[in-house]
C-alpha cells in the first residue's frame, strides 16, 4: 500500500516540470472582444472569447482579470460562462513534446507566487508525445511551481469538506509489457 501511495505522489511531483521557465520572460498577446483599462490600479477586464498567449502558454476564457504589479508580474483570473470551463495549455520543461493542460470553472494563475488554483470541475493532464500520462480531477486542485506541491480539496472553496466531492487521481504505467519471443510455426499437417 506504501508503494502505491509513494506512485501517487511522485505522480503529483512530477507536475514540477509544469512550466516552460522561459515563458514568463515573453510577452503576452491578448485577444478579447471587450477591454476596459484601469491604468491606475493596472487592472484589464476582458470579455468575450478572451486567449491570453504568453511563448507556449495558452489561456482560454470567457472572462478574464488581469492584474500587473509594478514589478511586471502578472496575476490572471478567468471565469467561464454558466455551462463553460476555462482552460489552459503550456509546454513543460524537460523534453520535446511534454504538456501540461487543464480546465476548471475558474482559474486563477499568480506570476509572482508562481501558483495556479483551479476552482470547479478541475482537471489538469499531463501529456507526452501526445499521449496521457497522468490525470489528476477535482472539484479544487493548487499547485505551487516554486515548491512543487499540488494540492487537491473536495470543495471548490480550497478546503476539504466533509460530505464535499471526490477527485480521481489517473496514473497511466510507465513501463511496457516485456517482449516475448514469437510462438514456433505449427508443424505442416498431415506429416
Do not use: C
Amino acid at each position: 500500500m506504501k508503494n502505491i501511495f509513494a506512485a501517487a505522489i511522485l505522480s503529483l511531483l512530477s507536475l514540477s516540470a509544469f512550466a516552460e521557465r522561459a515563458d514568463s520572460l515573453k510577452q503576452a498577446v491578448i485577444g478579447y472582444d471587450s477591454l476596459d483599462v484601469d491604468e491606475v490600479t493596472q487592472t484589464r477586464i476582458l470579455v468575450g472569447n478572451v486567449v491570453v498567449t504568453r511563448g507556449t502558454l495558452t489561456l482560454k476564457s470567457d472572462r478574464a482579470l488581469l492584474k500587473e504589479t509594478p514589478e511586471g508580474y502578472m496575476s490572471v483570473t478567468l471565469t467561464s460562462n454558466p455551462g463553460r470551463v476555462s482552460t489552459f495549455r503550456q509546454k513543460r520543461d524537460g523534453g520535446p513534446d511534454l504538456w501540461v493542460e487543464g480546465q476548471a470553472e475558474r482559474i486563477e494563475y499568480d506570476e509572482r507566487q508562481e501558483l495556479v488554483k483551479l476552482h470547479s470541475k478541475a482537471i489538469v493532464r499531463e501529456l507526452e508525445n501526445g499521449r496521457l500520462a497522468n490525470e489528476l480531477t477535482g472539484p479544487f486542485i493548487s499547485y505551487d511551481n516554486r515548491k512543487e506541491v499540488a494540492a487537491v480539496r473536495n470543495d471548490p472553496s480550497g478546503e476539504s469538506k466533509v460530505g464535499g466531492g471526490r477527485g480521481t487521481l489517473i496514473l497511466v504505467p510507465r513501463r511496457t509489457a516485456p517482449a516475448t519471443a514469437p510462438a514456433p510455426a505449427p508443424a505442416p499437417a498431415g506429416k
